[in-house]
Each structure stands twice: as structure tokens, then as C-alpha cells.
């Protein structure tokens, strides 16, 4: 199965071609293209991850694809535990959402259009997951970003879809350009892009400052993609395609493409410990900041949008303390519980036609798989045991007790809180209490819709087990066995795991039931206190909703000034350049006129003096020639007289 | 033929222009597939050309040399490599596809397609010819039918720009033919045959005043920053079929005579001209991305990318190095594809609405799906999506400026996310939004549009996915230009 791993993104591919082609002929069939097509992704992608899983082997096999000066770009495939973790999650996964979409689409016009796209994107993705170079790699990231661009911009005439498709491809293409100049760094400090020579590359160069910043420069994909600090604005915005694209793209997977990228580059990245530190900062602060603002929103697409960025800062965190395996492993469980979280508020929408959540209430009778298996999902992501978000959350905070740095650490459980509180809020507010707009008449979703919703409800509650001590922290023995061979051991995270610390523990288990325990007392109970925390802190609330006024400082910093820019410097470009060459234009033109002037006047005007002269000259002594013999005599007589005069005269 | 294939290539759309003469004006559908036939004739030729050529050898091939002028050793002299050939493909396809896109002409056809194919001639023979005053000859054979097909068939300032289009080309290529001259008197024995005047090497104080003239030709043929103001004057008055000549062919020419003349004849001084070039080249990236991102006319914001994008050639040509020199000629054939589609993609537009204000549209993907999804596909082919041949040369450009300075490549990024602002930012205005009710009955692309449109598509995806394809016929040749300047692989 292995050998044929290049095809895994094939299918999807043939899927996006038929459908952007034919898919007008064919109607409904659209989704049944892309969802066989990702079924047959799903058919050669897990039994090849099994295999990978089993063996503990890697298989990868390459083609030369372009040559480069002395060296040549090879593109292949990589199926090693890393690449196998993603399969599992992205083919799966991939395939419910598209399941669900089916339904959720039903009465869209551009029904295929949709498909289309999207199996572009699973195309595109699954492509990154097994490439084996950076090259590829940020192809098919880029492809991706193309995809997003064009889902969120679905519904393209409403104007804020339509400028939040705009602002995510622009947002992220600037974390794009530093990860292509990182790539350009490493490539010349290296002369190999390949992922299974980097670390012995790494090691051949040394810790040089080439490949700190070549680290530095491609974790700012990461910081694009994964919606981290301080370019985190345009995921917010993408809630504006349809809900599916926010649970696959904008929750699941590609955004989860930047963890994936520092997991995929960590023999580099944990050379810097500098560098390192820069991604704990930046994932740290990211998680605290999208958790803050979380605890404000009203949306509930909203509320799940900064739920993930800020869940992606704390995957960020993981891989900055050196743990690869939480990074991996909370990608892998988040994915499962986020993906349903979107679900199901696509299902709320999809029943209630509303996404404010101060409209709704008591939805759990209403619409009870929904509400259950959203349950299901908040309880993960709050982290509370056995579910799948507890282990890899734990292992998080493990790791960050390990590294010593307990400011880290302390503010990842305040996350982890504040996580529990604002789900939680959600949760309640949705579903519990009453209903309190009463235009809504909320109905369950079809079975296309809720049964997905079920199996990745089981997916929340069971993919944590590899991770967790029962099965004897499988997961991190496998993501460390082959990649991290004979690599330097960093803050505890090698390949042999400890027991488990019943602090950490009891730290992350009493932030998450904090959390929902305060949620219940604000949202669930008669008094509600969440009027009076409004006003007595109200400049933190003002921070929080404003969403600490991003957007705001961006468009006067940075937006207003380039667009200015570029009409002064084509103001620039009509009146100084141009007008420098019109002005050698007519320049030449009033020269040509002086000259001509000056021809006409001067030069000619001599001309015509010597000719004048000559006229006149010519007239006065023309009277003399009388033809008259007389005359002639006469002046030859006088002259003769006039000559012996002045010989004569002495 | 195929002993003289360059000259039937150089010559066929002459001939054919002749023959036009014979045509009644009054047989508009004659002239038209006349002219037609003809492009389609060279770009068989072309075809057979390709066949002929040998990828791997990296001296000059087909090669035809003739005395012309035995008194001052002026030669007939034709031949191809590695950086004439893809401009020769690129001019045969391009102006195939230009001559079906001039099919909505409906004023003075006869006159429009004998310049069309004038100018046809003009340019395969500027990309071919290796004998200076030959080249010369052809370079301004190229200026007289383009003076006439915007100055005529224009729009409402046609004038003015054909005039200064005119005379600031001609202008910068009198520098080049002092040049030339200079070149001749100073070569022993005197010639202007390219094979032999490479073969001198020139004091180095000369070398960069004859570099200099020539870089007065050529730079404001690119156009390089900032001698391109001529640039969007001509595109905008310019009919569409002759905006996608100007800017799928004529721009590369100038570009080419960097690659042709300048740096084989002048290496130590294109060595120290270096840091100028680069600078020219970035702030051309730069500024016309900045200045695409201000524009609301829709062509006159794809003629200021194109200052944006020949930039990047120019940054390829100042790097120095193999990957440099390989982006930068795959970029004059990629930017040629890639925008001469743009160009007719405004033409569809402007045929329909007779407006090219961006902002007087909006929403039109649910009216014209087809045209959305192919202004999109081009769109993001000249953003450097990867996937998409813009994306390859761009690369390879700034893999090769990285390797040579890494300050000028980090600098041209910027271009990268201005090009995706603008580009974006005009799918946002043209196709996205909210419908407007004037624009309802608006057709979709039609089957004569789509045809003009669909062989740049397919390459753009082909080069992009396979670049190959088309490196192997670049890279020999330009891995052996940067030898022979003294340059290392």
C-alpha cells in the first residue's frame, strides 16, 4: 500500500477536475464525486498510516523534478509516524465534513462549485501531509491558502464574505513570503530542502545564524497559517464560508498546517534554543490573547474561531518547550473535538437560521444529537478526563512543568480555564435555559448531518487513549521513535515517558471543572453575575469584545498607509515622471520652435540680407547701364579726366 | 525549408502581408483568415523549429549566415539558442492568438492586419538575428506598424500616446545605435557580427559607456523603472489585441538585448553596472506594485504589474547566477503568457461594458462564471500561486538574487504581496460583491474568446506543475552565458 502513497492526492484531484468541469451536468452527484474520491484517499491513506504505525518503518521514494544550479529539487513522498498521525486525521476527517456538507449545502445554487473547492483542498492538503520536502510543501500550502480564499468568498455577494476572503489571503500571504525566504535560506545554507536529510543538514552545518533565521523566517508561515499573533485577524473573519469549510479548513486542518510545519522542522528548530523561545512566546501569547477574547464573543462561530486560534497557540506552546509529541498529539485530538465543535454549530445554524447566541436556549430538547455530542466535544476540549482533550492537554502542561518555566506553565492553566469557562458559556447559553428569541424555530438536522456528528463525537471521546498511560503513552513513542533518532534529548521529551504527575494533573483537571463549574454559576443559575463583572471591569470587557481593537490599529497603521502610499506614488509616478518626459516632450517641441525662429529670422534672415544687398547694390548700379552710347563715352571721358587728375596731382 | 527554416519564420508573415495587398478591402473574412493562416504558419514553423533544435548544445543553431553588405561586412546572420528560442515560440504562439483576438476589429481590416503582420516579422527578427545592423534593422522595423496600430486603431488619445510611444523608443535606441557603431570601429577586424565582436574584449571604461547606450535601448523598451511611463499610456489607448503584443513580446525584447548583447559584449561592465541594475529592478517591483495597487482603469493596472513584473527579470539578470538567469528568461516567457491573457481578459470585459472602471463593477462571478474562473486562474497565475508557471520563474529568480544578496531578494518579496494585493483586490471589485443591475444582460465569455484564452491556460498549468518542460531548453544555454561572464554554477 505504501508504494502507491503518491496517489492518496490524486483522488481528490480527479475529484476537482470532474467537478469544476462537469459538475454543472451533475447536480447532487457533485458531493458523491468528492466523497468517493475522498474515500478512495481514505482506502490507500490509513492502511499505508497503519502500516507506518505497525512497522514503525518510513517509506518515502522521490522524482527529480527541477534542476537548481549544481543541485536538483526532487519531489516525493514521505510517510514516516508524523505524516501518518495527519492521514489519519485528515482523511477521516475530511471525509465526514464532506459527508455532512452534502447535507448542509443541499439547497446551495453553486453546489458543485463547492465540492470542487473543497476537493481541491483535500487534495492540496493531503498532498502537504505526505510531501516530502519543503518545496512541495509550500506548494501545496499555498494551494491551500487559494482554497481558503475562495471558500470563505463563497457566498462572494455578500461584501464581507467577499472582504474576509480578501484580508485572510493577504493576511496570510505575508507569513507565506517569510516562509518562502526561509525556505530560500535554508536551501542556500544547506543546498537540500529534503525533510529526512535536515536534521543530519543541520547537524552538517551547525547551529550557524543562517539557520536560526531560516527557522525564524519559516516559522512566520506558521504565524500565518495557524492564525497565531500578531497575524491572527483574518481566521475570525473566515467564519464567513459556509460552516463545513470552517470545520475542515478553518479548525482541523490547515490551520493545524503550522503546527505541522514546526513539527515537520523541528530538527531545526530545536537546534535555536533561541529560536524556541520565540515560539513559546508567540504560541503563548496567541492562546492567552484568543482564549480573552473569546470569553466575550457572541457569535457562536466566533466563539469557536478564537477557541481555535487560541487552541493552536497552546499546539505552538507544546513544540516551542520541546515537546513534539503533545504538539502532535493535541493537533491530532483537537482536530477530532474542533471539527465536531463546527459541526455542530453548523447544525445550530442550520436549525435555527440564527448565529447569535444570546438569541438561543434550551436547543438541547429541541435538537439532542446536536446538543449531546456538542457536549461531548466541549467536555474534550475543557480537558476533562478520559476524554481525548484531557491527555494531550495534559501532556501539554506536563511539558511546560517540566521546562521549568512556570510562568508558562501557570498560563497555560489560566487557558485551560478560561477555555472551560467561555465553551462552557457557549454550551449553556445554546442549549440550556430557554429559548429567547421566539422568531427561532429550531428543528434537528438530517441524518447526513447528525450521523458524522456522532462518529466524530466518538473520535472526541476515544483518540486521546494512545496517548494517555493505559496504552502506555503509544502516540509519543511513536511520533519519537524514527524521527527523533539519536536526536539531543530536550526538556524531558524523549522517546522514554515518565509516569504520570498527579500535580499536572490535578492542575489541568481543576482549571477545566473551574471553568465549567463558573460558567454554570454565571449562565445556568437565577443570579447571573455576567451584568455585574460587565461593568466593574469594564475596561477588560471593552478589550475583550473590541478584540483588543486588531483590525482597528491594523487598518490606520498599516492598510490606509499602503493604499496611500500607492496613490501618491502614482500621483508621483503622472506629475514627476511622467511629467519629466512630457516635459522633454514639449521641451524639445519649444526648442524646435526657437530654432525654427531663429532659422527663420537669423540664419535665414542673413541669407536674405546678403540677397538684399545684392538687390540693392545690383539696382543702384544697374541705372548706370543705360545701353546708351553717350552715356558711355560720358563716363568714360569723365573717368579718363578724373585718372590724369590723380596721376597728374603730385 | 528546412535549411532556411529562421527565415521562413522571420519572413512568412511579410510575405503574407504582401499577399494581403492583393486582397479587396472589401473581403474582410479573406483578410482576416489570410492574416490568420499566416500566424498560424509561423507558429508550425515554430513547431518544426522545435524539433530541429537540440536542448542540450549551447551555442547558436539553425544558423544562417549570408554577406549582405560586403562594403561594411554587414552579414544576413539568423540563429537561435536557449534564450532566442522560447521568445521565438512565445511570438508565434502569442501573435496567433493576438491575430483570432483582432477578429472584433471592424475599421480599415486590410491596413490593420498587413501592419499586424509587419510587425510580426519585426519582432522574430529582432529575437533572431546575430548581426548588429540586421538586429538594429528589425528592432526598428518593430516601432513603424506599432506607431500605426495604436496611433490608428486606438482610443480616444491615441495620438499622443503612439507619438510618444514612438519617440521614446526611438529615442532610447538611437543611443544604442551610436553604440553599435562605436562597437564596429572598435572591434579589429570591423564587424558587427555578435560571434566576432564577442570574441574582443573591449577596454573596460568603453565597455561601460557603450553598456550604458545600450541600456538606454533596452531599459526603456522593459520598461525599467523609471523610463516606463510610456508604458501605460500605450496600453491603455492601445486596441487589445496589440496591448497583448506590447506586452507579451515587444517588453521582452528589451529584456533580451540585456541577455543578447550587453552582458556576452560588455561582462566586465555588466559586472559593475550590477548593483544599479538590482536597484532599478527592485524599486520597479516595488513602485509598480504600489502604483498597479492605486489604479481603477482595469488595463491600466495590468500594465503597471507589468513594470512590476519585468522588474523580476531584471533582478534575475543582476543576480548573476545560474538560477538567476534561468528565472529571469522563464520569466519573460511566463510573464508573456500570463499577461497578454490578462490583456484579453480586459478586452472581454471592455467589449461588453465599454468600461474598463473597476469599480463600476461587482458580483459579475454569478453572471459571467466562466469568465470569473478564468480571470482567476490568470489572476493568480501573475500573483505566483504555485501550481501556476509565475510561481516557477519568480522562484528561481529570487532563489538566485537570495544566493547572490539576500537584502535585494528579501526586498522584492514585497512585490510578491503587493502583486497578490492589487491582483485580489481587483477580483474583489470586478467579480465579487453584490450584482449590479446594469451589468445583468452582460454575455458570458464567448467559444472565439475562450479559444484565444485556453492554450495560455494550459500552459501556465503545465509550466507550473512540470517547469522542465521548458528548462531544458533555457538552463544550458544560460548556465553557459553565466560561464562565459566569468560567473560560477
Known amino acids: 500500500m505504501t508504494s502507491y502513497a503518491y496517489l492518496i492526492p490524486v483522488f481528490p484531484l480527479l475529484g476537482f477536475i470532474i467537478n469544476i468541469f462537469f459538475g454543472k451536468f451533475l447536480k447532487r452527484g457533485a458531493a458523491w464525486v468528492s466523497i468517493l474520491s475522498s474515500l478512495a484517499s481514505c482506502a490507500l491513506g490509513l492502511p499505508a498510516a497503519y502500516e507506518v504505525a505497525k512497522t514503525g518503518q518510513i517509506f518515502s521514494a522521490h522524482a527529480e523534478w527541477l534542476t537548481l544550479g549544481r543541485s536538483t529539487l526532487s519531489f516525493g513522498y514521505l510517510l514516516d509516524p508524523l505524516a501518518a498521525t495527519l492521514l489519519f486525521v485528515v482523511t477521516i476527517i475530511g471525509t465526514l465534513i464532506q459527508i455532512y456538507s452534502a447535507g448542509y449545502m443541499q439547497d446551495d445554487p453553486r453546489f458543485s462549485r463547492f465540492f470542487a473547492y473543497v476537493s481541491l483542498f483535500m487534495s492540496a492538503m493531503l498532498t502537504l501531509v505526505i510531501a516530502d520536502n519543503y518545496a512541495l510543501f509550500f506548494m501545496s500550502w499555498e494551494v491551500m491558502g487559494l482554497c481558503s480564499y475562495l471558500l470563505i468568498g463563497f457566498w462572494f455577494e455578500k461584501n464581507s464574505a467577499a472582504n474576509a476572503g480578501l484580508k485572510a489571503f493577504l493576511t496570510t500571504r505575508v507569513g507565506d513570503v517569510g516562509f518562502f525566504l526561509g525556505i530560500l535560506t535554508l536551501f542556500t545554507a544547506t543546498g537540500n530542502l529534503n525533510f529526512t536529510e535536515l536534521e543530519s543538514s543541520v547537524h552538517a552545518a551547525g547551529a550557524t545564524p543562517a539557520l536560526a533565521l531560516a527557522a525564524l523566517l519559516i516559522f512566520c508561515g506558521t504565524i500565518g497559517k495557524s492564525a497565531q499573533f500578531p497575524l491572527h485577524v483574518w481566521l475570525p473573519d473566515a467564519m464567513e464560508g459556509p460552516t463545513p469549510v470552517s470545520a475542515l479548513i478553518h479548525a482541523a486542518t490547515m490551520v493545524a498546517a503550522g503546527v505541522y510545519l514546526v513539527a515537520r522542522s523541528f530538527a531545526l528548530f530545536s537546534a535555536f534554543p533561541s529560536v524556541m523561545q520565540v515560539v513559546v512566546l508567540i504560541g503563548t501569547l496567541t492562546a492567552f490573547m484568543a482564549a480573552f477574547i473569546a470569553l466575550s464573543a457572541t457569535d457562536i462561530k466566533k466563539v469557536l474561531a478564537y477557541s481555535t486560534i487560541s487552541q493552536l497557540g497552546y499546539m505552538v506552546t507544546a513544540l516551542g518547550l520541546g515537546s513534539l509529541s503533545a504538539g502532535t498529539f493535541h493537533l491530532m485530538t483537537h482536530a477530532y473535538f474542533k471539527a465536531l465543535l463546527f459541526l455542530g454549530a453548523g447544525s445550530v445554524i442550520h436549525g435555527t437560521h440564527s448565529q447569535d447566541i444570546r438569541e438561543m436556549g434550551g436547543l438541547l430538547k429541541k435538537m439532542p444529537h446536536t446538543a449531546w455530542t456538542f457536549i461531548i466535544a466541549s467536555l474534550a476540549i475543557a480537558g476533562v478526563p478520559p476524554l481525548s482533550g484531557f491527555w494531550s492537554k495534559d501532556e501539554i502542561l506536563l511539558a511546560a512543568f517540566d521546562s521549568g518555566n512556570k510562568i508558562v506553565f501557570f498560563l497555560l492553566l489560566v487557558i485551560a480555564f478560561m477555555t472551560a469557562f467561555y465553551m462552557f458559556r457557549l454550551v449553556f447559553l445554546t442549549f440550556f435555559g430557554t429559548l429567547r428569541n421566539h422568531k427561532i424555530h429550531p428543528h434537528e438536522s438530517p441524518a447526513t448531518m447528525t450521523g458524522p456528528l456522532w462518529i466524530l463525537a466518538l473520535g472526541a471521546i476515544l483518540v486521546g487513549l494512545p496517548g494517555s498511560p493505559f496504552f502506555g503513552h503509544w502516540f509519543s513513542n511513536f511520533i519519537h521513535g524514527p524521527v527523533t533518532q539519536g536526536t539531543h534529548e530536550i526538556h524531558g521529551s524523549g522517546a522514554v515517558h515518565h509516569a504520570l504527575n498527579w500535580f499536572v494533573v490535578g492542575c489541568s483537571v481543576a482549571a477545566g471543572l473551574g471553568g465549567i463549574l463558573l460558567a454554570a454559576v454565571f449562565y445556568l443559575g437565577k443570579l447571573n453575575p455576567s451584568v455585574w463583572v460587565m461593568r466593574t471591569f469594564k475596561p477588560l470587557y471593552d478589550l475583550s469584545i473590541h478584540k483588543l481593537w486588531f483590525d482597528e490599529i491594523y487598518s490606520v497603521l498599516l492598510v490606509r498607509p499602503f493604499l496611500k502610499l500607492g496613490q501618491w506614488l502614482f500621483i508621483f509616478d503622472q506629475k514627476a515622471v511622467d511629467g519629466l518626459v512630457n516635459a522633454a516632450g514639449t521641451g524639445t517641441v519649444k526648442s524646435s520652435n526657437l530654432q525654427g525662429w531663429i532659422d527663420k529670422h537669423i540664419v535665414d534672415g542673413l541669407v536674405n540680407l546678403v540677397g538684399v544687398v545684392t538687390q540693392l547694390t545690383s539696382a543702384t548700379v544697374r541705372r548706370v547701364q543705360t545701353g546708351l552710347v553717350q552715356h558711355y563715352l560720358l563716363i568714360t571721358f569723365v573717368s579718363v579726366i578724373l585718372l590724369m587728375y590723380f596721376h597728374v596731382k603730385p | ?489
Open chain 2, 1 to 489: 525549408m528546412k535549411s532556411h527554416l529562421l527565415s521562413w519564420i522571420i519572413f512568412s508573415p511579410l510575405l503574407v502581408a504582401l499577399a494581403l495587398l492583393f486582397v479587396p478591402r472589401s473581403q474582410t473574412f479573406l483578410l482576416k483568415w489570410i492574416a490568420a493562416a499566416g500566424t498560424l504558419f509561423v507558429g508550425i514553423l515554430s513547431l518544426i523549429a522545435l524539433g530541429a533544435f537540440d536542448p542540450a548544445q549551447t551555442g547558436f543553431q539553425l544558423v544562417e549566415r549570408v554577406s549582405w553588405i560586403p562594403a561594411f561586412q554587414v552579414h544576413y546572420f539568423v540563429g537561435t539558442d536557449g534564450i532566442s528560442f522560447p521568445m521565438i515560440a512565445l511570438t508565434a504562439l502569442i501573435s496567433f492568438l493576438g491575430c483570432i483576438g483582432s477578429f472584433g476589429i471592424k475599421e480599415r481590416e486590410k491596413e490593420y492586419y498587413f501592419l499586424y503582420l509587419l510587425l510580426e516579422t519585426g519582432m522574430l527578427g529582432s529575437f533572431l538575428a546575430l548581426d548588429l545592423f540586421l538586429f538594429y534593422i528589425f528592432w526598428e522595423v518593430v516601432l513603424v506598424p506599432m506607431y500605426f496600430l495604436i496611433g490608428i486603431w486606438g482610443g480616444p488619445r491615441k495620438e499622443y500616446a503612439a507619438i510618444k510611444f514612438f519617440l521614446y523608443t526611438l529615442a532610447g535606441s538611437l543611443f544604442m545605435l551610436l553604440g553599435i557603431l562605436a562597437l564596429y570601429f572598435n572591434a579589429t577586424p570591423h564587424t558587427f557580427d555578435l560571434t566576432l565582436l564577442v570574441q574582443n574584449s573591449f577596454a573596460v571604461p568603453l565597455q561601460k559607456i557603450l553598456f550604458l547606450a545600450f541600456f538606454l535601448g533596452f531599459a526603456i523598451k522593459v520598461p525599467a523603472f523609471p523610463f516606463h511611463t510610456w508604458l501605460p499610456d500605450a496600453h491603455v489607448e492601445a486596441p487589445t489585441p496589440i496591448s497583448v503584443i506590447l506586452a507579451g513580446i515587444l517588453l521582452k525584447m528589451g529584456t533580451y538585448g540585456f541577455f543578447r548583447f550587453s552582458y556576452p559584449l560588455f561582462p566586465e561592465a555588466a559586472l559593475w553596472f550590477r548593483p544599479a541594475m538590482a536597484l532599478i529592478a527592485v524599486i520597479g517591483i516595488i513602485y509598480g506594485g504600489f502604483v498597479a495597487m492605486a489604479q481603477t482603469d482595469f488595463k491600466k493596472m495590468v500594465a503597471y504589474s507589468s513594470v512590476s513584473h519585468m522588474g523580476f527579470v531584471l533582478l534575475g539578470l543582476a543576480a548573476f547566477t545560474a538560477n538567476g538567469f534561468n528565472g529571469a528568461l522563464l520569466q519573460m516567457f511566463t510573464h508573456g503568457i500570463i499577461t497578454s491573457a490578462l490583456f484579453l481578459l480586459v478586452g472581454v470585459l471592455y467589449d461588453r461594458a465599454h468600461t474598463r472602471d473597476m469599480g463600476a463593477f461587482g458580483g459579475l462571478s454569478a453572471q459571467m462564471p466562466v469568465y470569473s474562473g478564468i480571470l482567476i486562474l490568470f489572476s493568480l497565475a501573475s500573483l505566483g500561486l504555485p501550481g501556476l508557471a509565475g510561481f516557477i520563474s519568480e522562484f528561481l529568480v529570487l532563489l538566485g538574487t537570495y544566493q547572490a544578496q539576500k537584502l535585494w531578494a528579501g526586498l522584492a518579496c514585497i512585490g510578491i504581496i503587493l502583486a497578490a494585493a492589487y491582483l485580489l483586490m481587483m477580483v474583489r471589485k470586478v467579480l465579487l460583491g453584490p450584482a449590479h443591475e446594469k451589468w445583468a444582460k452582460l454575455p458570458d465569455i464567448h467559444a472565439r474568446e475562450i479559444f484565444t484564452l485556453a492554450p495560455l491556460g494550459v500552459l501556465v498549468i503545465l509550466f507550473g506543475l512540470l517547469p522542465s518542460l521548458i528548462l531544458n531548453y533555457i538552463t544550458p544555454t544560460a548556465q553557459a552565458l553565466l560561464l562565459s561572464l566569468g560567473g560560477k554554477l
